[in-house]
């Protein structure tokens, strides 16, 4: 496993082909530092022996002590892990620990890659789990890079004026195939050391260019990064771990990008697109029902050091609040549970959640993000859009009079008052605030995606078939198929 230091040591070694606020820079452009951090706290964790079996799980394909984000699930007990993990590791970074995005890339290729041999004889799971073999020894972060600029929305990709609308195979060459597109809101992608591309959505037979999945370095050839870096203001005095962390999504470009064979992991098989998306995005959504909940710890931790800062702890309404993120978060997390014990395994042996429970988990805390900030905000007061700079209370002029007057709760000292304040503002009231907001609407899909997902998988005329029967329309109710349901063992 790589240290913190070897991770961004091979990342300076990169090639420069990302853009910021229209400047070319490297990997160690300052912007990108925040993002950055998130990343080296998944490679330090696994280096700490207390995070052992959490962060770190023993290989399938190798049986070596591996970093769990790039670990494929094989039970129900290792995709419980990989939430807990998840949801810890985020509570360390302040929300988004954002490698998920590449274990959930990785799941879907082993899966699919294997169905497609399957189907069509094809050699790509040999293939993806070479890769995957180098990747684990190597211990990369990848992003993964899925959704396409997409055009008219009510149009498929084959349909749309513009055929780069998705990203497609433009030629195919015995050594590899050209791909051209642009893939856009792609988290980690400079920060990361390999950008995992797998469709969007379900293909037809016209749309056989757009099935296309494959792996290159981030920094490949004729492939650019046009990047936004979301953080916090830097903090000059008051230091903390929150500021030092942050975000950058950006619009992957492929130019013409030449993808060598040993890299693509499908090619044209049009039928297994909507297979292909799902996966990763289920998957992904299950990896919600952990972030999702740190982020629920995290506002509810907020909203009660705030309510001690503003002397308001002993009020029956703040702990009804609180109560309410215990709610949305523990049973979204309870979701991701249910979804791993009611998981089941592939023909690849990855083990893969229960969909149903991955879905309403992860739409759950979509559709309450913006509720949960508004326990924030509602308990905070106005102090958090207009506490004054941090050069404020440094500042010898201004200095005594924000000591005196940021004090609310005697018991408080000043320096801790000013902390809470400031973590205040960067939670509820920064660029990172409204990530967090929109990222939690849309991130893994927006929650009509979720809905999609159930109206597919539930089957609502059992649930008629039950009326009926309560209504003595039908004598009889079969529930034959309900009582043979049950948790696949934790460990095998
Ligand atoms: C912070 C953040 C980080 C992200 N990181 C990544 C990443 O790392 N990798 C990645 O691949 N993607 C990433 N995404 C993209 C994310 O998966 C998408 O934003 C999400 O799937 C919604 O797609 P969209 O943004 O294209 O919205 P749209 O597709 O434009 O959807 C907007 C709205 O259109 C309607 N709509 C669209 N399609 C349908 C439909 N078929 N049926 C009914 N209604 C529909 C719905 O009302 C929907 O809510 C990220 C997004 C955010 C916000």
């Given at each position: 496993m790589r240290t913190p230091e070897e991770y961004f040591s091979d990342l300076k070694k990169m090639k420069k082909n990302v853009y910021v606020g229209g400047e070319k820079v490297g990997r160690d452009d300052l912007r990108l530092m925040p993002g950055m951090n998130v990343m080296k706290t998944t490679f330090a964790l696994a280096l700490n022996p207390d995070w052992e079996g959490v962060m770190t799980a023993k290989s399938s394909l190798t049986g070596k002590k591996i970093n769990r984000f790039t670990h494929l699930p094989q039970n129900p007990w290792d995709l419980m892990q990989k939430q807990k993990m998840i949801r810890l590791a985020a509570t360390r970074v302040g929300g988004c620990i954002q490698r998920c995005m590449g274990q959930d890339a990785i799941v879907a290729l082993s899966i699919a890659t294997k169905e497609m041999d399957e189907e069509y004889g094809t050699e790509y799971h040999k293939r993806f789990m070479a890769y995957l073999r180098a990747y684990q020894e190597r211990d990369l972060a990848g992003a993964c890079a899925q959704t396409d600029t997409k055009g008219d929305r009510s149009k498929r990709p084959h349909e749309q004026e513009d055929p780069d609308a998705y990203v497609h195979i433009v030629e195919e060459k015995s050594d590899g195939i050209i791909v051209r597109g642009a893939k856009v809101s792609i988290t980690m992608a400079p920060v990361a050391d390999e950008i995992i591309v797998v469709p969007t959505r379900a293909l037809t037979e016209k749309d056989r260019d757009y099935a296309v999945a494959f792996a290159i370095p981030a920094d490949w050839e004729r492939i650019r990064l046009i990047t936004r870096p979301a953080g916090l203001r830097e903090r000059k005095k008051f230091k903390c771990p929150y500021a030092e962390m942050g975000v950058a999504e950006s619009v992957v470009v492929f130019d013409n990008a030449f993808i060598p064979m040993e890299r693509v992991f499908m090619c044209g098989e049009w039928q297994f697109g909507r297979r292909l998306a799902l996966l990763f995005a289920d998957s992904h959504r299950f990896s919600y029902t952990g972030c999702k909940a740190a982020v629920s710890d995290i506002l509810c931790g907020a909203t009660a050091l705030v309510a001690e800062a503003n002397n308001i702890e002993r009020t029956s309404h703040l702990r009804e609040k609180l109560s309410e993120f215990v709610g949305i978060g523990e049973l979204a997390y309870a979701a991701g549970i249910a979804a791993a014990v009611y998981g089941e395994e592939t023909s690849s042996g990855t083990f893969f959640p229960n969909l149903i429970y991955s879905n309403i988990g992860r739409r759950l805390m979509g559709e309450n993000i913006y509720h949960e900030f508004n326990i924030l905000t509602e308990i905070a007061?106005?102090?958090?859009?207009?506490l004054p700079f941090e050069d404020d209370f440094l500042a010898e002029e201004t200095k005594k009079d924000l000591e005196k007057y940021i004090i609310r709760n005697p018991k408080i000292s000043y320096e801790d008052a000013h902390r809470c304040w400031r973590l205040i503002e960067n939670i509820a009231a920064s660029d990172m605030a409204c990530w967090y907001q929109i990222a939690g609407v849309h991130g893994g899909g927006s929650p009509i995606m979720e809905t999609i997902t159930l109206n597919i998988e539930v089957d609502y005329e059992s649930k008629k078939n039950i009326a009926k029967y309560l209504a003595g329309i039908n004598e009889e109710l079969d529930q034959s198929k309900e009582l043979k349901t049950k948790p696949v063992p934790l460990e095998p």
């Open positions: 007061g106005g102090l958090a859009v207009t």
